[in-house]
């Protein structure tokens, strides 16, 4: 099974690619024409020379193989906006995106989920979790954060507005934007799981294992929530792969610099190769973490192994 998911995400990468490539090919203009119109200096014989020797004067196949194998031996090229190798842009944008976005994501799981159970299995207590998730929900990610600021930054001054620590992941960095993100997606795990919960425990075999003199406790995690946990790992691998394209508002707002505005900067810079790179890192994480929930599900749900 896992070694067949592994070659569809392969083949998905690469229809991805070459639809990408294609569609920036089909774009009008191209880098060449950005560095003319940026500096007038440049002639039409310098151009030519530009487009021969990155290879934008050979047919689209041509261009689009030669990429591709150089991808496929480990060879990003560079960064025309940011004259860099493609690696070294990628490699802290990333690692500062997965700290953001995968310490907010764990959070906003955690508290979700016991949210979830609190409704479920307390009647009582679901109408101040649906308030607590219909706040959640409205509150914009921007207003949010610059809230955030003014209260903890500006007025109490505990912790630092914006920016990244220049070593380490500066976690007193890290608090306001995790917070933010996990408080802007608590509210879809905390409606999920207490929609779930609530249908499991109305399950035939949940009165048997209470009949057993299962207590509420061992009922609700161990019986119940294996089994309501499904849908919520798949969101959860979805929002992983969303969140790993970089949390674009979050990161301004907080001036960090992740994947969010290294691929905003690349898509309106015509920064083509780090934009295809940066496109397929996202598509990567998304699947794989799709794959890591459907492992997590088939060893939740016995009846899932068998198919």
Same mark, same amino acid.
């Given at each position: 099974m896992i070694i067949r998911r592994l070659l569809q995400i392969a083949l998905t990468l690469a229809i991805l690619s070459f639809c990408a490539f294609a569609l920036i090919a089909l774009m009008p203009g191209d880098p060449i024409e950005v560095a003319i119109a940026g500096d007038p200096r440049l002639t039409a014989e310098d151009a030519a020379h530009l487009r021969a020797l990155h290879g934008l004067d050979r047919p689209f196949t041509e261009r689009y193989l030669a990429w591709a194998s150089g991808l496929l031996r480990g060879e990003f090229g560079y960064s025309r906006l940011f004259a860099q190798p493609v690696a070294s842009l990628l490699r802290p944008a990333l690692l500062s995106t997965l700290a953001l976005a995968?310490?907010?994501? +764990?959070?906003? #799981?955690? *508290?979700?989920? @016991?949210?979830?159970?609190?409704?479920?299995? /307390?009647? &009582?207590? =679901?109408?101040?979790?649906?308030?607590?998730?219909?706040?959640?929900?409205?509150?914009?990610?921007?207003?949010?954060?610059?809230?955030?600021i003014i209260a903890f930054a500006v007025t109490l001054g505990w912790l630092p507005a914006g920016?990244?620590?220049?070593?380490?992941?500066?976690?007193?960095?890290?608090?306001l934007p995790v917070t933010t993100l996990a408080i802007a997606n608590l509210a879809a795990y905390?409606?999920?799981? +207490?929609?779930? #919960?609530? *249908?499991?425990? @109305?399950?035939?075999?949940?009165?048997?294992? /209470?009949? &057993?003199? =299962?207590?509420?406790?061992?009922?609700?995690?161990?019986h119940a929530f294996p089994n309501a946990a499904l849908p919520i790992l798949q969101i959860a691998a979805l929002d992983a792969g969303a969140l790993a394209g970089g949390a674009l508002v979050t990161e301004?707002?907080?001036?960090?610099?992740?994947?969010?505005?290294?691929?905003?900067d690349a898509v309106m810079g015509n920064d083509?190769?780090?934009?295809?790179?940066?496109?397929?890192?996202?598509?990567?994480?998304?699947?794989?973490?799709?794959?890591?929930?459907?492992?997590a599900q /088939?060893?939740?749900?016995?009846?899932?192994?068998e198919r």
């Open positions: 995968g310490s907010a994501l +764990a959070i906003a #799981l955690v *508290a979700g989920v @016991a949210l979830g159970a609190l409704a479920a299995s /307390r009647p &009582r207590a =679901a109408p101040l979790v649906d308030a607590i998730a219909v706040l959640g929900q409205a509150m914009p990610t921007f207003w949010l954060g610059i809230l955030l920016g990244s620590a220049d070593h380490g992941l500066g976690l007193t960095y890290l608090i905390a409606r999920h799981s +207490a929609a779930s #919960l609530e *249908a499991t425990l @109305a399950e035939p075999w949940i009165r048997t294992a /209470r009949a &057993r003199g =299962a207590t509420e406790r061992g009922v609700l995690w161990r301004t707002v907080f001036a960090r610099p992740g994947m969010g505005k290294l691929l905003y083509t190769n780090l934009a295809l790179i940066a496109l397929l890192l996202v598509a990567l994480v998304t699947m794989l973490a799709t794959l890591g929930a459907d492992l /088939r060893a939740l749900d016995p009846r899932l192994r």
